[in-house]
């Protein structure tokens, strides 16, 4: 059985949704496709035999053409999110190798990452500020950050609240329920950035919600939302997008362009 979830570099592989992950941006790629790349990915940067992939995905004897086949519509599922640091390469007579920038190298063995540890104390400063609706997620998120010794974090339940702490601390990152009743969530973000707060129109800013939704994959894109957190939250998926959030870079568009994006695309399945 597959691991419920597998993080490489900034990638995640959810098995539970037969899913790639990479920032607010999802794949579906279905359950074998999603085998044939957890297994890739547990042996980043190595090649892998076809022999190999017959014997762990399969579980018996494939023709090479079938495993040609879900290669090549594995990598068209992988070029639909436009990743350049995930490749899988064809190796002439002997396999195929998932390549990815920024592993680990051991003397001459490329070691396959599966936590975001090299990184892992560049989040350590961060200050971070949830502004979550459901008190019992909120101190969940909370715990999660400080377990992740993360050096500031505060929760409020509202954006009125969340207004209030912006202006009287300087934060790294946003974590903003989508579920606010009257997608008052959605229209913080747009506040932020259009300048309408006192925080600085380019932080960095995670979503929340408890699906993914395509209309909010598409407020996120438009918004420049750096990434989804799904609830129940994972700290797996929590430090992963953390890692994101912290090298971004958000270049942010004409403030006419985040003006016209409207905030009730989502009151159908709000509460």
Not at 42 to 52: A, G, H, I, L, P
Not at 64 to 69: A, F, G, R, V
Not at 189 to 201: D, E, H
Not at 229 to 256: C, D, G, H, W, Y
């Amino acid at each position: 059985m597959l691991e419920k979830s597998l993080v490489v570099g900034e990638y995640h592989i959810d098995t539970s949704q037969n899913s790639l992950v990479h920032g607010s941006r999802k794949v579906y790629l279905g359950p074998l496709r999603t085998s044939l790349l957890h297994f890739l990915c547990k042996n980043v940067n190595t090649v892998v035999t076809r022999e190999d992939l017959a014997q762990h995905v399969w579980g018996r004897l494939v023709t090479d053409h079938t495993i040609n086949q879900h290669i090549s519509q594995l990598r068209k599922s992988i070029g639909t999110l436009s990743l350049h640091g995930l490749n899988i390469s064809t190796i002439p007579k002997r396999g195929y190798i998932a390549r990815m920038e920024g592993v680990g190298i051991s003397e001459n063995n490329i070691a396959p990452i599966t936590q975001l540890e090299g990184s892992a104390n560049a989040i350590n400063a961060m200050k971070v500020l949830v502004v979550e609706g459901v008190a019992a997620d909120r101190i969940q998120l909370i715990e999660q950050l400080e377990s992740l010794d993360i050096s500031y974090v505060e929760g409020v339940a509202t954006t009125i609240e969340a207004e209030r702490s912006v202006a009287l601390q300087d934060f790294d990152l946003l974590i903003i329920d989508t579920l606010l009743p009257e997608g008052t969530g959605i229209k913080l973000i747009k506040r932020i950035r259009t300048g309408q707060t006192s925080a600085s129109a380019d932080i960095s800013i995670l979503s929340t919600h408890f699906d993914v939704q395509r209309e909010l994959l598409g407020l996120n894109s438009l918004l420049d939302v750096q990434g989804l957190l799904l609830k129940p939250f994972e700290t797996t998926r929590l430090k992963q997008m953390l890692m994101v959030a912290n090298k971004s870079n958000v270049i942010l568009k004409p403030q006419a362009a985040y003006e016209l994006v409207p905030t009730n695309v989502l009151d159908n399945s709000l509460t």
